[in-house]
């Protein structure tokens, strides 16, 4: 299902937790959201976080919203909140090689599935981010800027991205030179200098024109855009 159920609505300024109050009243409880973390970085995991919130006061999570809006000091502080008032929780982890070996689109989706479908607590209902994920088991809907309208998927994304970004802070420790800690495997000027000096390390995504490039893989191009997926 990628629209509300017939007859539902939810007004624009419904607030955060719009969405799950005009699901539950129409009988459909509980609901997840779902969201993922790493999907444009050239390094590193692919994670997706799932969560249900229960209805009412025990479900509305102090300075929730949007991962990518938070501080980090901000979404460790929503993460503990998440996980200490969430119904059920999961979080899946795709490591570079396996999204190397799917292509992007089908590791995100399948991390998305992987995520719902590892909840304790079955859904009624899935909000997605963004676009509808196929093979959920249960109905749901995509919402545009999910994570910025309903409080259950900026759940999920504040629990993806704290995830990831632990993962991170330790892959650095092991791979330093590329200072991973700073900017968690997206692109930057200074990961590109890394890059460029030393060639990728295993935790690079190979299917990235820039990694491939820092590996002999790939003739520079000027003026192209560097983060570009192989077609597959």
Avoid at 41 to 52: E, K, T, W
Avoid at 197 to 220: D, S, T, Y
Wanted: aromatic share 6%.
């Amino acid at each position: 299902m990628s629209t509300l159920p017939r007859g539902l609505t939810v007004r624009r300024d419904a607030g955060l937790y719009g969405y799950e109050r005009a699901l539950r009243r129409v009988g459909l409880d509980p609901i997840a959201g779902v969201d993922e973390a790493g999907r444009g970085a050239c390094a590193g995991p692919l994670v997706a976080g799932a969560v249900i919130l229960p209805a009412g006061k025990a479900g509305i999570v102090p300075g929730l919203a949007d991962s990518k809006l938070l501080t980090e000091r901000a979404r460790e502080r929503c993460y503990d909140q998440v996980v200490r008032r969430a119904l059920a929780w999961s979080v899946v982890v795709l490591p570079a090689a396996e999204c190397d070996r799917l292509g992007m689109h089908v590791a995100n989706v399948e991390a998305l599935r992987r995520a719902v479908a590892l909840l304790e607590l079955p859904a009624a209902y899935v909000l997605t981010d963004g676009f509808p994920v196929d093979g959920l088991g249960t109905p749901g809907l995509a919402v545009w800027k999910g994570d910025r309208v309903a409080a259950c998927i900026a759940a999920a994304s504040v629990i993806a991205k704290v995830t990831r970004d632990r993962i991170m802070r330790g892959m650095h420790d092991e791979f330093p030179a590329y200072d991973f800690a700073t900017h968690k495997g997206y692109i930057t000027d200074d990961h590109t200098a890394a890059l460029t000096r030393l060639g990728p390390c295993p935790e690079h995504r190979m299917r990235f024109v820039n990694v491939r490039r820092a590996a002999g893989l790939e003739p520079p191009l000027p003026g192209q855009n560097d983060l570009v997926e192989e077609m597959s």
